[in-house]
C-alpha cells in the first residue's frame, strides 16, 4: 500500500509538472509567434495601403451585416446606429429579432421607422419561420426580420436567406463595430481569393465612453471583475488567436464579429444550432475544404476592432464562460475525425490537439494539481523545493506571459492610452492567479460535467451610454 502511495504522489507529482510546463511552453511560442504575424500585417497593411493612394484605386465587395437579437432593447439601438456609420460604400444591415420577449422590435420600430418589406427570403439554410420582414423608410439598407425563437445560430440562418451580398458579416447585439471595421476585414476577400472567414479582434466596451453608436472615450472599467476580462480578451486575441492564425491553425471566429463568404456557409448547410456555433462552424469549414480538396484561408487580423459589453457580475460571467466551455466540448465531439487525423494537417496537429488535450483536459489536469500536489506535500511525500518550483512554474511564468500580451498590445496598437490603465492590466496579469483563476477553473469543471446542456442562460445588459 505504501508502495501504491508512494508511486501515486511521484506520477502526480510528475504529471503536473509537465502539464504547466507544456501549457505555459504553448502560450510562450504562441505570443513570439503573435508578435512575428502582427509585424508581418502590420508591414503588409501599410503597403497596401501607400499602394492605393498613389493609384487612387478602391474596390470593395459589397457586405450584409447581421445582428442576431434575442431580448436586446437595452442595447439594441445604439448598436444598430453604430452599423449605419460604418465606412463602407455599401452594406446593409439585417437585424434578427429571435422571438424577443421585451422591446426589442418595437424599439427598432419606432427608431427606424419601419415598414412591411416583401423582399424574399431565399431558403437556403435552415431555420425557424420568419413572422415579419421589414424595411427602414429613413435608411433604406436597414432590415428587420421578426421570427420565431431558434437561438443564435438560428437567427444568422434566417439573416443569411435575407442577406442580399455575397459576404457576410455576423456581429452581436451588444456589439460596436468600429467605422473602418468592416472595410479592413472585407478587402482581404478582394486581396486573396481563397480567403472564406476573417475575424478581427474584440475589446471590452464597459468603462468606455459611446457617443452615437461611436466609442469616443478608451478607459478601463471601474470593478475589478470587468478589467479582468480586458486582460483576458487581450491576451486570447493578442498572443492566442494571432497566434494560432501565425500556424494556420485557427478554430475559432468570435462570434461577436466575423466576416465570412456566404457561398461557403450555405455549402456546409449554415450554422449548426449549439451554444459554440461560433467554432463548430469555423471547424466544419476546415473539413468542408479540407475533404473536398479546396484550396482555401481562414484568417486573424489583428486591427479591425470589435467592442463587445462584457459580463459584470460574477453570476453572469460565470453562466457565460460555462456556456464557452460547452459550446468547445461540443464542437471537438462533433469534429472528432479531426483529432489527431493527419488529413486535416496543421488544423488537426496543433489546433484541435491543443483543444482536446490542454482546452477540455487540461481543467481536470489542474484540479487534480491543486488538490493532490498540497495533499501529498502535507503528508511528507513530495519534496519542498517540488512545491517551489510549481509555484514558480504555474505563477511567475503566468505573470510573464500575461504581461506580454499587454506590452505587445501596448506597444502596436496603445489603445489604452492611459499610464495607469496600462499598470492596472500588469497587476491584473498577477492579480489574475489569486483566486480568479481557480473559480473560473471550477467553472470549466462544472461546463465539462454538464456539457450536454443546450441552455444558454440569461443574458443581462447595462444600456450603452
Request: charge should be positive; glycine fraction near 6%; include cysteine.
Amino acid at each position: 500500500m505504501e508502495l501504491l502511495i508512494w508511486f501515486a504522489a511521484h506520477s502526480t507529482q510528475y504529471a503536473v509538472f509537465i502539464y504547466f510546463l507544456t501549457v505555459n511552453s504553448i502560450y510562450t511560442m504562441l505570443i513570439i509567434f503573435a508578435l512575428r504575424d502582427i509585424i508581418r500585417h502590420s508591414h503588409l497593411a501599410t503597403s497596401r495601403a501607400a499602394r492605393r493612394q498613389l493609384s487612387g484605386e478602391f474596390y470593395y465587395k459589397p457586405v450584409s451585416v447581421i445582428v442576431p437579437a434575442h431580448n436586446e432593447g437595452a442595447v439594441i439601438i445604439q448598436s444598430v446606429k453604430a452599423l449605419l456609420n460604418l465606412h463602407y460604400p455599401e452594406f446593409e444591415v439585417i437585424v434578427v429579432n429571435d422571438g424577443s420577449g421585451d422591446d426589442t422590435l418595437e424599439k427598432l420600430k419606432a427608431e427606424f421607422s419601419l415598414a412591411p418589406s416583401k423582399k424574399p427570403l431565399r431558403l437556403q439554410v435552415p431555420h425557424e419561420p420568419v413572422l415579419g420582414f421589414y424595411r427602414s423608410a429613413d435608411h433604406p439598407n436597414l432590415f428587420v426580420v421578426d421570427k420565431v425563437n431558434g437561438g443564435k445560430a438560428d437567427a444568422i440562418n434566417a439573416g443569411i436567406n435575407a442577406s442580399s451580398y455575397p459576404i457576410f458579416c455576423s456581429i452581436d447585439a451588444d456589439s460596436l463595430l468600429e467605422p473602418d471595421a468592416i472595410l479592413k476585414s472585407s478587402k482581404l476577400f478582394l486581396e486573396d481569393d481563397e480567403l472564406i472567414a476573417t475575424g478581427g479582434i474584440i475589446r471590452v466596451l464597459n468603462g468606455c465612453t459611446v457617443r452615437n453608436g461611436s466609442v469616443t472615450d478608451i478607459k478601463m472599467p471601474d470593478t475589478s471583475l470587468e478589467a479582468m476580462q480586458v486582460l483576458e480578451y487581450t491576451r486570447a486575441f493578442l498572443s492566442g488567436r494571432t497566434g494560432w492564425n501565425a500556424i494556420k491553425s485557427l478554430l475559432i471566429i468570435s462570434g461577436a464579429f466575423g466576416v465570412f463568404r456566404k457561398d461557403m456557409v450555405i455549402a456546409v448547410n449554415g450554422y449548426r444550432r449549439t451554444v459554440g456555433e461560433d467554432m463548430d462552424l469555423v471547424m466544419r469549414l476546415h473539413r468542408h475544404c479540407k475533404d473536398k480538396g479546396i484550396p482555401y484561408k481562414i484568417l486573424f487580423v489583428p486591427d479591425p476592432v470589435c467592442w463587445t459589453q462584457a459580463p459584470f457580475t460574477l453570476g453572469a460571467l460565470l453562466r457565460q464562460r460555462n456556456r464557452w466551455h460547452r459550446g468547445m466540448i461540443d464542437a471537438l465531439l462533433t469534429n472528432r475525425e479531426m483529432i489527431l487525423n493527419r488529413k486535416y494537417g496543421a488544423t488537426s496537429l496543433l489546433g484541435v490537439s491543443y483543444f482536446f488535450f490542454v482546452e477540455l483536459l487540461g481543467p481536470v489536469i489542474e484540479l487534480l494539481g491543486y488538490i493532490a500536489v498540497p495533499l501529498f506535500w502535507f503528508f511528507g511525500m513530495l519534496d519542498t523545493r517540488f512545491m517551489v518550483m510549481i509555484f514558480l512554474l504555474a505563477v511567475i511564468w503566468g505573470v510573464t506571459i500575461n504581461i506580454s500580451a499587454v506590452v505587445l498590445d501596448t506597444y502596436n496598437f496603445r489603445r489604452y492610452r492611459r499610464t495607469s490603465d496600462i499598470l492596472r492590466l500588469c497587476l491584473l496579469g498577477a492579480g489574475e492567479f489569486l483566486g480568479y483563476r481557480q473559480i473560473m477553473l471550477l467553472e470549466r469543471i462544472r461546463a465539462t460535467i454538464s456539457f450536454r446542456q443546450t441552455h444558454w442562460g440569461a443574458q443581462v445588459r447595462k444600456v450603452i451610454k
